[in-house]
């Protein structure tokens, strides 16, 4: 999506731990392979419990890669459904600079290509990141 650069500190974590807790089940998979053939006694609870814990491990990692998505998709649209919708000033904008504007009773970091004052009404005609572009009504 257009201005997402930032990744929540969790998540990567929480994948690098997943992806690491991963790769130690599949380490224990293959022993325990080693072990069932080796010795067909006591190795099989080995593999299953390690591909139970790797079937698991995949369902987590397919499980938040697809809720973060959904998540950043949600918030892209909610931002671009404010295109249209009316503000207030509320820290001048000089001509090609940046102010504040209030919307939906949050403030927002606003441009503009003219000078607009403090509480003048604007209107949004595009979101780039979270930096509203606005124009004077």
């Given at each position: 999506?257009?201005?997402?650069?930032?990744?929540?500190?969790?998540?990567?974590?929480?994948?690098?731990?997943?992806?690491?807790?991963?790769?130690?089940?599949?380490?224990?998979?293959?022993?325990?392979?080693?072990?069932?053939?080796?010795?067909?006694?006591?190795?099989?609870?080995?593999?299953?419990v390690?591909?139970?814990?790797?079937?698991v491990?995949?369902?987590?990692?397919?499980?938040l890669?697809?809720?973060?998505?959904?998540?950043?998709?949600?918030?892209?649209?909610?931002?671009?459904?404010?295109?249209?919708?009316?503000?207030?000033?509320?820290?001048?904008?000089?001509?090609?600079?940046?102010?504040?504007?209030?919307?939906?009773?949050?403030?927002?970091?606003?441009?503009?290509?003219?000078?607009?004052?403090?509480?003048?009404?604007?209107?949004?005609?595009?979101?780039?990141?979270?930096?509203?572009?606005?124009?004077?009504?």
């Open positions: 999506m257009p201005g997402s650069r930032n990744v929540g500190r969790f998540g990567v974590i929480g994948l690098t731990f997943i992806t690491g807790l991963a790769l130690v089940c599949m380490v224990s998979l293959i022993i325990g392979y080693i072990r069932v053939i080796d010795n067909e006694e006591g190795g099989g609870t080995l593999v299953t390690g591909l139970l814990l790797l079937l491990d995949i369902a987590l990692v397919v499980g890669a697809t809720t973060r998505a959904e998540r950043v998709k949600k918030t892209y649209h909610r931002l671009q459904a404010m295109v249209g919708e009316q503000g207030v000033v509320k820290s001048a904008i000089p001509a090609h600079g940046k102010g504040v504007v209030l919307v939906r009773d949050e403030l927002w970091s606003a441009t503009s290509s003219s000078d607009l004052p403090s509480g003048s009404m604007v209107n949004i005609v595009k979101i780039e990141g979270i930096l509203l572009h606005v124009e004077g009504i």
